[in-house]
């Protein structure tokens, strides 16, 4: 079973600082997504990495896939309150169609 | 934006009651998908779905479960006897394609399952 590891679990920082995020697996995965999942909501994609050491921005986001593809980091530039939320990553389980292996999730929530 | 719609939005059930959870995936898609959620756990994939038949199951799928697409729209789940363990919630997912890589599933809402 390929598990994924998020850490921290939980985080709660003030507007305006920085952190990082990171999702951690000793298992080889074919690409992985970052999901942000608002509570009663499905989880919503904002970035696929695909290739080993790849980064990816997403205005003040950025996203990072490990060389070995088996672990991932997201990175938050002068974080706002509206990114609060339940961050989660998910990989591909390379052999598959698309059977997602989801993170334990990190609850981040940024105060003014 | 297209979307995946899901219904209903929550159901109560009793144990031992069958119940089949809707969705609606996006017009275009060909692959879909459920995964469920259990309050406080992680998303865990349940089925996937491609031209009629399933392309994979977990091992939470067992025989109390089953997918169908009965129309051209529509792709139901099915648990035949629910079972107290059986409360989360359900996701439904679909996606253009299949293909490991950068494959993109857009997420439905969810169905929150009940059982008492």
């Known amino acids: 079973t390929q598990l994924l590891e998020q850490s921290p679990q939980f985080l709660s920082i003030q507007e305006g600082e920085n952190l990082t995020v990171y999702c951690n697996s000793s298992?080889?995965?074919?690409?992985l997504q970052w999901y942000r999942q608002e509570p009663g909501e499905g989880p919503v994609l904002l970035v696929t990495?695909?290739?080993?050491?790849e980064v990816k921005k997403l205005k003040r986001l950025t996203f990072q896939f490990g060389d070995a593809r088996k672990d991932s980091s997201l990175h938050i530039t002068a974080a706002q309150p509206g990114d609060t939320g339940l961050y989660l990553c998910?990989?591909?389980?390379?052999?598959?169609?698309?059977?997602?292996?989801f993170g334990t999730g990190t609850r981040l929530q940024v105060t003014l | 934006e297209p979307e995946v719609t899901q219904t209903p939005s929550h159901q109560v059930t009793q144990m031992g009651q069958e119940v089949i959870l809707r969705c609606v995936p996006i017009?275009?898609?060909?692959?879909f998908y459920w995964y469920r959620q259990i309050l406080g756990q992680k998303v865990e994939f349940l089925v996937s779905?491609?031209?009629?038949?399933?392309?994979?199951k977990s091992e939470i799928f067992d025989d109390q479960f089953s997918v169908e697409r009965p129309d051209g729209s529509n792709f139901t789940l099915k648990i035949r006897s629910t079972k107290l363990e059986d409360s989360a919630m359900y996701f439904c997912?679909?996606?253009?394609?299949?293909?490991?890589?950068?494959?993109?599933?857009?997420f439905g809402a969810g169905s929150r399952l009940t059982v008492l």
């Open positions: 779905f491609y031209n009629n038949e399933i392309s994979e």
């Open positions: 997912a679909s996606s253009e394609t299949g293909f490991s890589g950068a494959n993109v599933l857009t």
């Open positions: 017009s275009n898609h060909l692959y």
């Open positions: 990495v695909v290739t080993g050491g």
């Open positions: 998910a990989g591909v389980i390379p052999g598959t169609a698309s059977k997602l292996t």
């Open positions: 298992s080889v995965f074919s690409s």
